[in-house]
């Protein structure tokens, strides 16, 4: 499948996952929490949520007290994350996360949770790549997704379950080895957690790439 092909096939995705995607992400609600707690950022930073969906992970650093833009390429699910917006500190725009329309070294944070899963390698790459582009240098990369138990059963129920109902690009993501694709785009691990019994895995990373001098 080219990549116009997984444009079309995502956007096609969350059209009708929109209206009840929230349903779905109350099971990991207590994520998203853990996920700012995790980042460990100062108050008021700047944070990117790429692929922020209905917004959720975006929220949960709002209310922290950060400066938060959240981008996805599903006008549909922006359109529920717009609705349901409390926060001052809190905005969202349509863009394509390869392509991500702001200057580089902006960010302090970005973060980028449940969606690597469903991008195909050369996206998922590009994208990571665009993460270490507008975040400043030693600024903090944030990797959220799915992850697999550490016994042999749990990983094989888990990743059955998963599968049934998440894209095609889910089994690729799985098997890879994240970690070597993290290094070659400069993001140097410096923490990571498993939780919920080993099901999601928070990555944080380092924005090692040393900035252009003016």
């Known amino acids: 499948m080219g990549e116009e092909d997984y444009y079309s096939y995502i956007r096609k995705f969350f059209k009708r996952w929109a209206p009840?995607?929230?349903?779905?992400?109350?099971?990991?609600?207590?994520?998203?929490?853990?996920?700012?707690?995790?980042?460990n950022a100062r108050k008021g930073s700047k944070i990117l949520d790429v692929c922020a969906g209905t917004g959720k992970q975006t929220f949960a650093f709002a209310k922290r007290g950060h400066e938060v833009v959240g981008i996805d390429l599903s006008e549909a699910m922006l359109r529920v994350a717009r609705q349901k917006n409390e926060y001052e500190n809190a905005r969202f725009a349509a863009a394509d996360a390869t392509k991500v329309p702001i200057e580089d070294n902006h960010f302090d944070v970005s973060c980028v949770s449940f969606a690597l899963h469903d991008m195909p390698l050369t996206i998922r790459a590009k994208v990571l790549k665009e993460m270490v582009r507008v975040t400043r240098s030693r600024g903090k990369v944030l990797i959220v997704d799915y992850g697999l138990p550490d016994n042999k059963l749990g990983r094989y129920l888990i990743y059955q379950v998963v599968r049934s109902y998440e894209t095609k690009y889910y089994a690729e993501f799985i098997k890879s080895e994240?970690?070597?694709?993290?290094?070659?785009?400069?993001?140097?691990?410096?923490?990571?957690?498993?939780?919920?019994?080993?099901?999601?895995?928070?990555?944080?990373?380092?924005?090692?790439k040393r900035s252009p001098k003016v």
């Open 20 to 39: 009840v995607y929230d349903i779905t992400d109350v099971f990991i609600s207590g994520v998203r929490d853990k996920v700012v707690e995790f980042t």
């Open 178 to 208: 994240l970690e070597d694709l993290l290094k070659g785009l400069h993001i140097e691990i410096n923490g990571q957690a498993k939780i919920m019994l080993g099901t999601v895995r928070i990555l944080r990373g380092i924005n090692s």
